[in-house]
């Protein structure tokens, strides 16, 4: 079965930087899109970054600029590199990642990490 497993998160200043880790137990080349979405309290979960097979990446505008959404496929991890944090980047951070068969789409998540931006 497909698993994620995000790491790296904690409590950082303000202007401070974070990396987080999503660690895939099977090829991450086996996903069409692979990225990081994030919920804080009381909020809806909203995409952060995604990295497609293509090596094509898109970020949300509160983040362009400040994050970087990269992979190594031999590790079969996908990394998102935070720097400049702000108080609104606190949240819970989730790894998702999907397959399409065909026409079918399926979606795994992982557990989430959380991030705490504050002094």
């Given amino acids: 079965q497909v698993q994620l497993v995000e790491s790296g998160g904690g409590l950082v200043l303000p202007g401070g930087s974070l990396r987080l880790s999503c660690?895939?137990?099977?090829s991450i080349?086996?996903?069409?899109?692979?990225?990081?979405?994030?919920?804080?309290p009381g909020k809806e979960r909203e995409v952060v970054a995604t990295i497609t097979r293509a090596d094509i990446s898109n970020y949300a505008d509160s983040v362009k600029g400040r994050f970087t959404?990269?992979?190594?496929n031999a590790k079969n991890t996908v990394y998102l590199q935070m720097?400049?944090?702000?108080?609104e980047d606190t949240a819970v951070y989730y790894c998702n990642g999907q397959?399409?068969?065909?026409?079918?789409?399926?979606?795994?998540?992982?557990?989430?990490?959380?991030?705490?931006?504050?002094s």
């Fill in 23 to 26: 660690a895939a137990s099977t």
């Fill in 29 to 40: 080349r086996s996903f069409s899109v692979i990225g990081w979405y994030r919920q804080a």
């Fill in 69 to 72: 959404i990269s992979r190594d």
């Fill in 83 to 87: 720097n400049s944090l702000r108080f």
């Fill in 99 to 118: 397959i399409t068969l065909m026409f079918t789409t399926s979606n795994y998540w992982g557990q989430g990490t959380q991030v705490t931006v504050s």
